[in-house]
């Protein structure tokens, strides 16, 4: 059975520092998501990763993939108040046919002044 | 381009009664999801279906079922309502491909009494 893991779940961090959430998964995955939710809301995509050693950045997060350790990390450069919110990674393992996304069960960021 | 839309937005239900919950995916897109969240849980994978088929289901009893129509809006239904069907019900649309990029609807919120 596939597991996704991330880590811290919680993480209370000060505006303009730097930190990074992990996410690790069981087996071999064909793509890796990284997804944002603010409280009562939906699910914003905010990155996909394929292959090993993918690196994409949008503003002040930046997510990589490193296949090998089954690892994902989403980086947060400079913190701002804006980037409080959950943040849920899942792994999509093409079945038979069709595809089912794992959650990661969320790390809770909070961007103190 | 509009995004995915899913009706009702709030329901409020009594244990043993039946609730049915619609979801319209992005134009184009033809593959359908459906998840469950919960605190408890976190986010846990209902079913998949493209073109009418259902292609892969999650854990969960027969009570939880869904369909998908011919141009793509999808419904899932749970019968028997218990307590712990209480949820954010989400849905993801998709276009497939390489990236295979799951656009998330703002979720219908059940509440069983």
């Known amino acids: 059975e596939l597991k996704v893991e991330q880590n811290p779940l919680f993480l209370s961090m000060q505006e303009g520092k730097n930190y990074t959430i992990y996410c690790n998964y069981s087996t071999t995955s064909d793509r890796l998501y990284w997804y944002r939710q603010d409280p009562g809301k939906s699910l914003e995509s905010l990155f996909v990763l394929l292959s090993n050693g993918a690196v994409k950045q949008e503003g002040r997060l930046m997510a990589s993939l490193d296949t090998k350790a089954r690892l994902s990390t989403l980086h947060i450069t400079a913190a701002v108040h804006d980037l409080s919110a959950t943040y849920f990674c899942a792994v999509d393992i093409k079945e038979t046919s069709g595809s089912r996304l794992t959650f990661g069960e969320g790390t809770q960021l909070t961007v103190n002044p | 381009k509009a995004g995915v839309t899913q009706t009702p937005r709030y329901l409020i239900k009594t244990r043993g009664q039946q609730v049915t919950l619609s979801c319209s995916p992005i134009?184009?897109?033809?593959?359908v999801s459906w998840y469950q969240q919960t605190p408890g849980q976190g986010l846990q994978f209902l079913f998949e279906y493209f073109s009418e088929t259902q292609r892969n289901k999650g854990n969960f009893p027969g009570r939880f079922s869904g369909r998908q129509f011919s141009n793509s809006r999808s419904e899932m239904n749970v019968s028997t309502l218990e307590l712990g069907d209480s949820a954010l019900y989400l849905c993801?649309?998709?276009?497939?491909?390489?990236?295979?990029?799951?656009?998330f609807g703002p979720g219908t919120r059940l509440t069983v009494l």
């Open positions: 993801a649309s998709s276009f497939g491909g390489l990236y295979n990029e799951q656009f």
């Open positions: 134009s184009g897109h033809r593959s």
